[in-house]
């Protein structure tokens, strides 16, 4: 029986693939910050405690309880991730420095602790759930799209690296998806400066995510969790998968459009759409 790791599966695309593996007869192992929201999980028979990626304590702690219980981990699918809204301005060094130990720092050090175990066993397979948002930035969210630009540079290099051991890796890169990550996004944000010279932007924001959440013919249509995590576990068990994988229209649409067309005219279709041309 081959053995999964999974971070943030508390909710959306973690909780759906922990429970897709499980059907599959994977031994998955269920982490997360709230523990308590993974009973179901646990009651299908997935192992699960608690995990915070941006405390080193948490991660020494977490692995003692899986090493204890397996010495074999197949499968790493680095899930746990949150975006952090705010114009640059705004943002505090507490903002960004979270936002990267999160979506950055997090998955790099949960990734180093399964690593001497995959190159013992010359075989081995981690799937980083990257976003869209590696191929294009938004106003209004730098700091979130530079986590993922990040994770795409890293997880090239960690493919490089790995090959001579036997280790895939694989960059899962969906649209919108609608979790509590994408209903989230529209409330996380610094407190505002002096006069809120930025208020607009917040405003037509969670207009243009409610937007996206509650229309049936968007251009951009929301993916369900469950279609994200049945190619999770496709990707895990391929021979030969891509290493890159994007899902959704928009993560197809959108490398096109920021590829075709120029800074100038990208910017403006991004501003445009949140209502700050003037």
Same mark, same amino acid.
């Given at each position: 029986? *081959?053995?999964?790791?999974i971070t943030g599966a508390s909710s959306g695309i973690g909780k759906e693939t922990a429970k897709l593996f499980r059907d599959k007869g994977f031994q998955v192992i269920a982490t997360s910050r709230r523990v308590e929201n993974m009973v179901d999980l646990e009651e299908i028979g997935c192992f699960v405690l608690s995990m915070d990626v941006t405390k080193e304590?948490?991660?020494?702690?977490?692995?003692?309880k899986i090493f204890s219980k397996? *010495?074999?981990?197949?499968?790493?699918?680095?899930?746990a991730g949150y975006c952090q809204n705010g114009f640059v301005e705004e943002l505090t060094m507490e903002n960004l420095h979270y936002q990267f130990d999160v979506n950055v720092f997090g998955l790099i050090r949960v990734t180093q602790k399964v690593l001497p175990l995959m190159r013992k066993n010359r075989n081995g397979r981690i799937i980083n759930i990257g976003s869209v948002g590696g191929d294009f930035t938004s106003a209004g969210a730098s700091a979130y799209h530079a986590s993922k630009y990040a994770l795409e540079s890293f997880s090239d290099g960690l493919r490089q690296e790995l090959a001579p051991?036997?280790?895939q890796v694989v960059l899962v890169k969906p649209g919108g998806v609608e979790t509590d990550f994408l209903n989230h996004s529209k409330v996380f944000y610094p407190e505002p400066l002096e006069g809120n010279p930025y208020g607009k932007m917040r405003t037509n924001f969670g207009k243009m995510i409610d937007s996206i959440l509650n229309s049936s013919n968007s251009a951009f249509p929301i993916l369900k969790p469950k279609v994200v995590a049945e190619i999770i576990?496709?990707?895990s068990?391929?021979? *030969?998968?891509?290493?890159?994988?994007?899902?959704g229209r928009t993560a197809k649409i959108m490398p096109v459009m920021k590829r075709l067309l120029s800074d100038q005219a990208f910017d403006k279709m991004i501003l445009n759409q949140l209502g700050l041309l003037k």
């Open positions: 029986m *081959k053995t999964v790791l304590v948490s991660i020494e702690n977490a692995f003692q397996t *010495k074999q981990i197949d499968i790493l699918v680095n899930n051991f036997g280790i576990v496709q990707s068990v391929l021979n *030969k998968p891509k290493s890159r994988i994007r899902i």
